[in-house]
């Protein structure tokens, strides 16, 4: 498929209309991580402009060591995990997405495909692209509860 605004080939717009959806609720996320380290830094060891400028990775490291502070409800230190382990699983997939490359798939369609660090090969299907953003769904709404909205 091609647009007006590029010569080189697309996937189609459903299928980028998820990749821009999945890009956008990644990027949201990253950015309330950040607000829930700014709101939990008792000692103002952060700034948001610091926190910015990490990698997400970086990010997900902060947050670690950030959301599981000292005098958390067993209620909240059960949420702080929770949203450690699940940003963790999104940074991965997230990195997938980001570093993919364009491949023309058995069909003649054009998608992304991505390899893992153990060299694994796989496309990225639309079934990934929606999971990817059912799980980011899923880490926002625990955001929301462990900043008690």
Do not use: P
């Amino acid at each position: 498929m091609y647009e007006n605004y590029t010569h080189q080939s697309l996937a189609n717009k459903k299928y980028r209309e998820l990749l821009g959806t999945a890009i956008y609720v990644f990027n949201s996320n990253n950015s309330f991580i950040i607000e829930n380290i700014l709101n939990n830094d008792d000692y103002k060891k952060y700034t948001w402009h610091r926190l910015i400028d990490l990698t997400s990775g970086n990010v997900a490291a902060q947050a670690k060591k950030s959301l599981l502070r000292e005098g958390l409800t067993s209620e909240n230190k059960d949420l702080a995990n929770k949203i450690n382990v699940l940003f963790d699983k999104l940074c991965e997939m997230r990195n997938r997405i980001i570093h993919s490359f364009a491949i023309t798939d058995q069909y003649g369609e054009q998608i992304l495909a991505t390899k893992e660090k153990n060299g694994n090969q796989f496309i990225i299907t639309t079934d990934i692209l929606m999971n990817f953003i059912k799980d980011n769904d899923r880490l926002s709404t625990l955001l929301h509860k462990f900043r008690g909205y």
